[in-house]
Structures are given as C-alpha cells and as structure tokens.
C-alpha cells in the first residue's frame, strides 16, 4: 500500500508540473470489478480562491452499464483524510464518520457541475481539501466481479462556490460541518 501511494503521488507531481494552469477537473475512463479498482489522482491547485482555507471538490464514481453499481473513496496521500460513499443518494463518510446526504447535495451538483450522477447507482462526494494535497479517487464495483466500465472524476467547484452560484443554507451548513471535521483530523497550516 505505501509504494502505491508513492507511485500515485509521483504521477500527480508529474501531471501537475507539466500543467501550464491550475487543474479544475481530472477523469478517468477505465475497467472496474469487485476485485479491481479505477483510479484518478490529481495534486489540488495552490492558486485561485479556497473556502476557509480549503479547495471544494466534487467527485463522481459513474458507470457506463446499466447493471454496474460503483462505490467511490477518494483519499488524501499527504494526510489522514478518506471520504467514502456508496451511491450518490446516500450518506457520504469522512475518515467512517456520516457527513453529508448525496440528496441533499443535489442541487449543488446540478449548480455547479449542470448535473448530478447519471444513475441512482453511482457514487459522489463533496469533498474539501488543502491547497496542495495529493488524493486519489477510486472506484470499485460491488455487483460483479466481470469488469464494468466506470468514468471517475474529481471536479474543482470552489470559485462556483464563492462566484456567481451561492449556496443555500442546508449547503451552507454541510460545507461549515466538513470545515470543521477537517480541520480536527488534519489542521491546515
């Protein structure tokens, strides 16, 4: 497990100094069953605006096949941070602690992306993390161990977030409750 997370951290690294301007979005298409995983990795852009110190990110986990059911996790390689959900709908976890509820995330998705999740099967989170941070989304298959396809993305939303879309209470409070887990696990500095 260490030397993956050194590999993903060196493509990152890679990927980001041959980028000319900040990254707002990384997706992978690729193959997934029960027993392998599909990865996107990216290292969060240090420039433009965060929230309370924090870039907002949204990731999805979608399928391509009507019988595909992803679960998504996306983790931080420098700190302590793991979100997780099953599907899109349902609650998402931070480092195993409930978090959000992806129906109440609805609206800020379709804000700020035009879209939610293709199928009430596919997996997204809200994620919040330092300027800087390394992560890595990953998607695994939980019907079938014949491989699916499955497209991961983790999109940038922090100056949708602060721009000309603004958020409404309940979303309000959700990004304030991950800022304020956030900041207990792994302080900013």
């Not at 998504?72 to 302590?80: A, F, G, P, Q």
């Not at 941070?81 to 599907?87: A, R």
């Amino acid at each position: 497990m260490k030397y993956k997370n050194i590999f993903y951290t060196c493509i990152a690294a890679f990927s980001t100094m041959s980028a000319h301007a900040d990254l707002l979005n990384i997706s992978s298409t690729s193959l997934q069953s029960t027993n392998q995983e599909a990865i996107a990795c990216t290292i969060i852009a240090n420039g433009g605006p965060t929230y309370e110190g924090f870039k907002v990110l949204v990731a999805y986990s979608e399928s391509t096949g009507p019988d595909s059911n992803p679960t998504l996790h996306v983790d931080s390689l420098r700190s302590r941070i793991s979100y997780s959900n099953g599907d899109w709908r349902g609650t998402g976890y931070l480092n195993n602690e409930p978090v959000t509820n992806g129906a109440d995330l609805a609206n800020l998705y379709a804000g700020t992306l035009g879209r939610t999740p293709g199928r009430s099967t596919d997996s997204a989170l809200l994620l919040l993390f330092s300027p800087g941070d390394a992560v890595c989304a990953y998607s695994k298959e939980v019907s079938s161990s014949s491989l699916k396809g499955v497209s991961v993305s983790i999109t940038d939303i922090t100056s949708k977030i602060q721009g000309v879309r603004s958020t409404s209470t309940s979303e309000s409070f959700l990004l304030q409750k991950l800022v304020s887990m956030q900041q207990k696990i792994a302080p900013t500095e």
